[in-house]
């Protein structure tokens, strides 16, 4: 099984007081028991560290990095061919609200054959993905 993790779960993963703190981590633990592979993006990483830094403290952020660099997630760089997908995604779904760094990673989960998704972004599920996505929502 292939994992895709975004912003929001590794943010509710670090942030012991986000409401979707203990359901994100126990998820996060079932998929690792399960000996899933584990993807996010340098995007991702980028957003997740610097939400973590404005929303719980520095301390948390730096937690984060050393963290994650101690993990096997695999990091998968958006590359130029990427954002000019990511582009076109962005401008073809103006009735939605994706980021572009949403955008970016539905090109890489695409690419990549990415068959799950930990998220708590109901975005992923506006693009309609034709994968098993598994997903934290927000209510």
């Known amino acids: 099984m292939k994992v895709f993790i975004d912003t929001g779960a590794f943010l509710a993963i670090s942030d012991k007081s986000d409401t979707f703190h203990k359901k994100a981590s126990s998820v996060f633990q079932e998929i690792i028991e399960q000996k899933a592979t584990l993807y996010t993006s340098n995007y991702v990483i980028d957003e997740t560290i610097t939400l973590i830094r404005a929303r719980v403290s520095h301390r948390a952020a730096v937690a984060f990095i050393k963290g994650f660099d101690a993990s096997n997630i695999k990091v998968f760089r958006v590359a130029e061919g990427d954002e000019t997908s990511a582009k076109e995604i962005f401008i073809k779904y103006g009735d939605k609200e994706f980021s572009y760094t949403d955008c970016t990673s539905f090109v890489l989960i695409d690419k990549h054959a990415i068959d799950n998704i930990l998220s708590l972004d109901e ?14 929502l927000r209510p």
């Open 123 to 136: 975005h992923f599920r506006q693009y309609n993905y034709r994968h098993t996505v598994k997903h934290l």
